[in-house]
């Protein structure tokens, strides 16, 4: 039985797009054990996964890890992070293994002097591919999120209107650079308000105050920003007809969970390979000609960041001020029509 140990340290995205390896590995290499190495802070996002036969957490210190993981006489390594500290486990384990490719310097070319070098597929793509030295080729299927069975549903706390579905509306991200800004978020909640749809706000507590000025005046809406726990707000989403977030860990939840996605782009784009993917089905080519990738593609700063910054550079962040709100309203309201015919 080959015992194989798969490592990402973060954070709730990047784990969520991990799933498609750990699934190939299981299913194509026999009998194969799978461990999984990563902060103890994301050990939620994997406790329900079946493909994994043991989880490691750990700390800000790796030692008492090491010497766990020494013990463990692994076959083969596949580390999808990629860092000095992922460098520093391989060599304490003296294993073979593989490493995904980050693309660094292409995505300093297209960020520094918008030279587009970046190839044509998704980050899980790359990440498959450390594993094909285990016989691993993908299998189409896309992510996968498993919600523990014992999961709250939040649904509860919501009107009972709220029973026959509703719009899921994420409204953080990582940095400020990635968020549609309080205004324009008041704006697209004016226009949706039309298609008479509750709206159910998804965040973390920091996001809180924010989803309370959302909140206020406005009758069918609804936050859970600050009340929901991460798997609650998945579960959330799982009951979503439709899903409108920004580059963020939700939107590769929605889309693990096989949502209608509407995504949000400011400074960073979808060609880094972080899109939502769906395996064989919706390409980015087929989101974008649907309508479900929102962007501003004129601008000639853009990318400024292959992550994202806490102000616009520039001063005017027109990635996302100048997205039209009533064009996200509009898909949302389609394609909420659409699942209730």
Known sequence: ??????????????????????????????????????????????????????????????????????????????????????????????????SFHKLNIAKWLMVRFKWNRLPDEHIVQRYIRAASGLGVIDDGKGLEHFIPPDTNDQRVLLPDT?????????????HATKKLPLQKLQELLDKLSVYRTGVVIIGGP????????????????????????????????KHAVVVITHDTGMMHIAAAL???????????????????????????????????VIENV??????????????????HFRCMTDLNMEAIARKAGELNATANQ
């Not at 194509?28 to 043991?54: E, F, K, W």
Request: positive net charge.
């Open 258 to 292: 096989k949502k209608q996605v509407i995504s949000v782009w400011g400074n960073t784009i979808p060609e880094f390979g972080m899109y939502p993917y769906f395996g064989n089905h919706k390409t980015l080519y087929e989101q974008r000609e649907a309508g479900l």
């Open 206 to 237: 920091e996001d809180a105050s924010e989803a309370e000025a959302l909140c206020t005046n406005r009758q069918q809406v609804f936050s859970m920003c600050g009340i929901s726990s991460l798997q609650e707000s998945a579960l959330l989403i």
């Open 1 to 98: 039985m080959p015992k194989i140990l798969v490592i990402r340290f973060s954070s709730i995205g990047d784990i969520v797009l991990t799933t498609p390896v750990l699934r190939c590995i299981k299913e194509q290499v026999g009998d194969a054990s799978i461990h999984y190495l990563t902060r103890r802070p994301y050990v939620s996002l994997l406790q329900a996964n079946p493909h994994i036969d043991q989880i490691h957490a750990f700390d800000d210190d790796l030692e008492d890890t090491l010497r766990r993981l020494r013990k463990e006489q692994f076959d083969f390594v596949v580390d999808l992070h990629h860092n000095l500290r992922t460098w520093r486990v391989k060599r304490s384990l003296k294993r073979p293994g593989a």
């Open 162 to 174: 709220y029973r026959n579905g509703f719009i899921a509306l994420v409204i953080g991200a990582q």
């Open 298 to 315: 004129s601008l000639s700063c853009r990318p400024c960041s292959k992550i994202g910054f806490e102000a616009c550079p520039k001063g």
